[in-house]
């Protein structure tokens, strides 16, 4: 028997012919094995696992404190594939729980980063441009039925002159620098390459935020959770900024202090903040974030996308193909120890 790439049922039906075509002409053999949620392994076939994904069908229904039904049943297998070499998953990020035995392994491990950017970039600049244009008061006022105009000194700041830093230069990082630099925003970006890059006016280290935050008109958090980021924007960081600045997280929920910004808004401090991840997911019902007015909440769901599933599918179709080749490097690739 051959080794198997392990993927689901639904993808093989959905990607038959262009994932027949890539198995056809790859320079070697990789047969098939279809996931199910009723699938029941022999010990040779959890043996010839070779390949799998993690697809967008298998996650559909996980939240961050369980699992959905079909990850219930795919997990238990990859993590007893002995022979298991390479890994896909669906989401962007490396840093969920149930990726990290496969990365403590040493097993490859490849996301699908670029494949809702798109959907989160373009909510993170909505979020803002409601906060911006202080959307909150006008539909405070619809749900009274009051008609409150703003004007004179409460009439919104003009966007274009503004600034941003977007800490965090990925997919993205960039959707949402492209989208403000067409506005007329100032664009700073933050991360670790500190080198020119597109629709970014400056880019700067992580080292920098400090001197940055004074005069900056935006946060925006789109970064990855790593050693380095958890805890990042503490406190004293939210207090940094000035009063009118308004601050947007499409990172994770751990990357700030979550508590520190409820009592910076509560103060007053910040005009506003758009939040899409939560250190506690679903946000509990008494944190004091949901009832706040200048505080705008999407369900960690700013990546809905009609066409996520096949942009993920595709990244992994070219992966595959650059496994079977040999690559090097494939893309999305996680960093090894």
Not at 36 to 49: C, H, M, S
Not at 219 to 231: V, Y
Not at 284 to 292: D, G, N, Q, R
């Amino acid at each position: 028997m051959n080794p198997t790439l392990f993927v689901s049922r639904q993808l093989v039906v959905d990607f038959k012919e262009k994932l027949s075509g890539i198995l056809a002409h790859a320079p070697r053999k990789l047969d098939v094995l279809e996931f199910t949620p009723d699938l029941k392994l022999t010990p040779e076939q959890q043996a010839n696992i070779e390949v799998t994904f993690y697809s967008r069908d298998i996650w559909q229904g996980t939240i961050k404190t369980r699992l959905s039904e079909a990850a219930q049943v795919y997990w238990p297998i990859v993590d007893s594939a002995p022979n298991l070499k390479w890994l896909q998953v669906v989401s962007a990020g490396s840093d969920q729980k149930p990726y990290q035995p496969s990365i403590k392994r040493g097993l490859r491990v490849t996301t699908s980063a670029g494949a809702n950017a798109g959907p989160v970039g373009l909510t993170a600049v909505a979020g803002l441009l409601m906060l911006s244009r202080n959307f909150p008061h006008w539909l405070r006022a619809q749900q009274k039925r009051e008609w409150a105009p703003q004007l004179g000194a409460a009439s919104p700041l003009d966007l274009p002159g503004q600034s941003a830093v977007i800490v965090g230069m990925g997919h993205i990082g960039k959707v949402i620098a492209r989208a403000l630099h067409a506005m007329d925003v100032r664009t700073i970006g933050v991360r670790r390459n500190v080198a020119p890059a597109e629709n970014f006016d400056e880019v700067v280290a992580l080292s920098a935020l400090d001197s940055l935050l004074p005069t900056c008109d935006w946060l925006i958090l789109a970064c990855p959770l790593s050693a380095e980021t958890r805890g990042l924007i503490d406190e004293r960081r939210f207090r940094l900024l000035p009063k009118h600045a308004g601050f947007v997280n499409m990172s994770r929920g751990e990357v700030i202090d979550e508590a520190a910004l409820a009592r910076v808004l509560a103060s007053g401090h910040l005009r506003g903040a758009y939040l899409d991840v939560f250190t506690q997911e679903p946000l509990v019902p008494e944190s004091p974030l949901w009832a706040m007015p200048n505080v705008i909440i999407t369900p960690h769901n700013s990546s809905t996308g009609t066409g996520n599933y096949q942009r993920g599918v595709e990244i992994f179709l070219r992966n595959l193909e650059a496994y079977l080749r040999g690559d090097e490097k494939l893309e999305n690739e996680v960093e090894r120890d």
